[in-house]
């Protein structure tokens, strides 16, 4: 099964577009993606072929998240999501599922395989079960564990309880990469959506310190006039 859904891949393979997406997610020397490869292949065509093998074990799955191929490790991502949604009566698998992500964020290791899968398996086992690992994540010297733990909150934020978003914004409020400013301002923004009260009590005696992307992208909904107030610094 493994091998069929490895060939399924390499045969859609695009060059043309595997050039675009490498250059797209900084796959250069030195950059956050360096010396991720890509196939070239499109999110939704890479979601139909996962539908097909939803059956592969930890240890198929494994190779998968191991691989240097961007696409592999994506396609891994989402069976382990879609694994996990089909065991919501199944406690014990769904653990084993968040054990696993857990065990493998190393390979989880570009924004769009954080985006596409933290707050569906962390963040959705978390409604269940919090057992306070965010925090640890947003404190990690991996820009993607602290990636995951911001991203992990979104359910959260669905479910109208912000303590966790604004808790881990708090301790990520003075980090230094730009992808993280935008994590945690698109994180601010959704609470804003639900209750700008709460997000503007928040910013209140932060924004005038917090990076300016990160402040962009968290009052990003807010009315004009206000906006540009934020911006001044004349709130």
Request: positive net charge; without cysteine.
């Given at each position: 099964?493994?091998?069929?859904?490895?060939?399924?891949l390499q045969?859609?393979r695009?060059?043309?577009?595997?050039?675009?997406?490498?250059?797209?997610?900084?796959?250069?020397?030195?950059?956050?993606?360096?010396?991720?490869?890509?196939?070239?292949?499109k999110?939704?065509?890479?979601?139909?072929?996962?539908?097909?093998?939803?059956?592969?074990?930890?240890?198929?799955?494994?190779?998968?998240?191991?691989?240097?191929?961007?696409?592999?490790?994506?396609?891994?991502?989402?069976?382990?999501?879609?694994?996990f949604?089909?065991a919501?009566?199944?406690k014990?698998?769904?653990?084993?599922?968040?054990?696993f992500?857990?065990?493998?964020?190393?390979?989880?290791?570009?924004?769009?395989?954080v985006?596409l899968s933290?707050?569906?398996?962390?963040?959705?086992?978390?409604?269940?079960?919090?057992?306070?690992?965010?925090?640890?994540?947003?404190?990690?010297?991996?820009i993607?564990?602290r990636r995951?733990?911001?991203?992990?909150?979104?359910p959260?934020?669905?479910?109208?309880?912000?303590?966790?978003t604004?808790?881990?914004?708090?301790?990520?409020?003075?980090?230094?990469?730009?992808?993280?400013?935008?994590?945690?301002?698109?994180?601010?923004?959704?609470?804003?959506?639900?209750?700008?009260?709460?997000l503007?009590?928040?910013?209140?005696?932060?924004?005038?310190?917090?990076?300016?992307?990160?402040?962009?992208y968290?009052?990003?909904?807010?009315?004009?006039?206000?906006?540009?107030?934020?911006?001044?610094?004349?709130i």
């Amino acid at each position: 099964m493994l091998i069929e859904l490895k060939k399924e891949l390499q045969n859609l393979r695009d060059e043309n577009q595997a050039k675009i997406l490498g250059k797209y997610f900084k796959t250069g020397k030195g950059e956050y993606g360096e010396g991720d490869i890509f196939l070239g292949l499109k999110v939704p065509m890479i979601r139909k072929i996962a539908k097909n093998h939803n059956d592969l074990r930890f240890e198929e799955l494994q190779q998968l998240l191991s691989s240097k191929v961007h696409e592999e490790r994506m396609i891994a991502l989402m069976i382990l999501t879609n694994q996990f949604n089909k065991a919501k009566k199944d406690k014990l698998k769904q653990r084993q599922i968040f054990e696993f992500y857990l065990k493998n964020t190393s390979n989880i290791n570009n924004w769009d395989l954080v985006d596409l899968s933290a707050p569906k398996i962390v963040g959705e086992f978390l409604q269940r079960e919090n057992n306070g690992i965010l925090p640890e994540l947003a404190k990690s010297t991996d820009i993607w564990e602290r990636r995951i733990a911001i991203l992990s909150t979104f359910p959260f934020i669905k479910r109208r309880s912000f303590g966790e978003t604004l808790s881990i914004s708090d301790i990520l409020i003075n980090d230094t990469h730009d992808l993280i400013h935008k994590a945690v301002g698109w994180s601010l923004r959704e609470i804003g959506k639900k209750n700008q009260d709460v997000l503007e009590l928040f910013l209140k005696t932060r924004y005038k310190t917090m990076p300016r992307t990160m402040l962009r992208y968290s009052i990003e909904k807010f009315p004009q006039d206000l906006r540009k107030k934020y911006l001044k610094g004349e709130i």
